[in-house]
């Protein structure tokens, strides 16, 4: 399967991530063990490649993300260039 990239990322989401996770003081170790208790088998250095854009990130993922950082997933995937 190939994945292609964005503006040179291979996600949309990976800004605003890092963004709601620094919001809630978690760091990506916290994050990670939360998103495996939700049942997606991550581990931290995946969650910093989803946050540079280096890393895919499913649908199953940003419904976990979306839970444990409290925003929505359209908010996940909206592009802003401002940030």
């Known amino acids: 399967m ?3 990239n ?3 990322k291979k996600n949309i989401c990976g800004t605003r991530v890092k963004l709601a996770r620094k919001k809630k003081k978690m760091t990506q ?3 990670a063990a939360k998103m495996q208790i939700e049942g997606v088998l991550i581990e ?7 946050e540079i854009g280096e890393r ?6 940003l419904v976990a993300l979306s ?7 359209q ?9």
């Open 2 to 4: 190939k994945i292609y």
């Open 6 to 8: 964005f503006d040179g």
């Open 29 to 31: 170790e916290e994050l």
């Open 44 to 50: 931290r250095n995946s969650i910093c490649k989803m």
């Open 56 to 61: 895919f990130v499913a649908d199953y993922e």
């Open 67 to 73: 839970k444990i950082l409290e925003v929505s997933i």
């Open 75 to 83: 908010w996940l995937l909206t592009i802003d260039q401002n940030i």
